[in-house]
Antibody, heavy 120, light 107 residues
Framework: QVQLQESGPGLVKPSETLSLTCTVSGGSITSSSYYWVWIRQPPGKGLEWIGRIYYSGGTYYNPSLKSRVTMSVDTSKNKFFLTLSSVTAADTAMYYC????????????WGQGTLVTVSS | SYELTQPLSVSVALGQTARITCGGNNIGNKNVHWYQQKPGQAPVLVIYRDSNRPSGIPEQFSGSNSGNTATLTISRAQVGDEADYYCQVWDGNTAWVFGGGTKLTVL
């Protein structure tokens, strides 16, 4: 059973950088069949994908966030990472990491989520 | 960009059938996936590729997709089925697209 677990600070100051880690267990992050994805959900609102990374390091980011997002992967530790720079209150959200199949692109496993609040 | 439209809320009487729609341009040509999200929890996949149930998802959940509308059907609705439901597709290029979500209330 694959499990994903997010970790990182729950409070980030405006204009600073948000950094999160997703630890994958029960399966290898180097599987060629999946993307590893970050998704967020502002309080009381819907889901928004942030970006995805392949085990080889290839990335693609949501164009609406592209200028501020960086994702990376450490295959030796079965982890992948998210940084979001220049955060504002609008970045306050529950952040989920998830695994997506490569075609037909659905999320079969999700982490429990971590709430990140942007506030001074 | 591709957009998905869901009703904000759907109500169903206990034990009856709930239908949650997801509208999109020619959505019948896409693979539609559905997620259930209960308060304080992460989303859970309940239907993939229009009508397939992952292991562990009860038979009461079913899906269909044709034309401009995909539908998630929940038979014999129970209080435990109260949740937000999201549809999702791949836009055919580079992006995952989510519907805005539907809150299901069981009366």
């Amino acid at each position: 059973q694959v499990q994903l677990q997010e970790s990182g600070p729950g409070l980030v100051k405006p204009s600073e950088t948000l950094s999160l880690t997703c630890t994958v267990s029960g399966g290898s992050i180097t599987s060629s069949s999946y993307y590893w994805v970050w998704i967020r959900q502002p309080p009381g609102k819907g889901l928004e994908w942030i970006g995805r990374i392949y085990y080889s390091g290839g990335t693609y980011y949501n164009p609406s966030l592209k200028s501020r997002v960086t994702m990376s992967v450490d295959t030796s530790k079965n982890k992948f990472f998210l940084t979001l720079s220049s955060v504002t209150a609008a970045d306050t959200a529950m952040y989920y990491c998830a695994r997506s199949t490569i075609f037909p692109y659905y999320f079969d496993y999700w982490g429990q989520g971590t709430l990140v609040t942007v506030s001074s | 960009s591709y957009e998905l439209t869901q009703p904000l809320s759907v109500s169903v009487a206990l034990g009856q059938t709930a239908r949650i729609t997801c509208g999109g341009n020619n959505i019948g040509n896409k693979n539609v996936h559905w997620y259930q999200q209960k308060p304080g929890q992460a989303p859970v996949l309940v239907i993939y590729r229009d009508s397939n149930r992952p292991s562990g998802i009860p038979e009461q959940f079913s899906g269909s997709n044709s034309g401009n509308t995909a539908t998630l059907t929940i038979s014999r609705a129970q209080v435990g089925d109260e949740a937000d439901y999201y549809c999702q597709v791949w836009d055919g290029n580079t992006a995952w697209v989510f519907g805005g979500g539907t809150k299901l209330t069981v009366l």
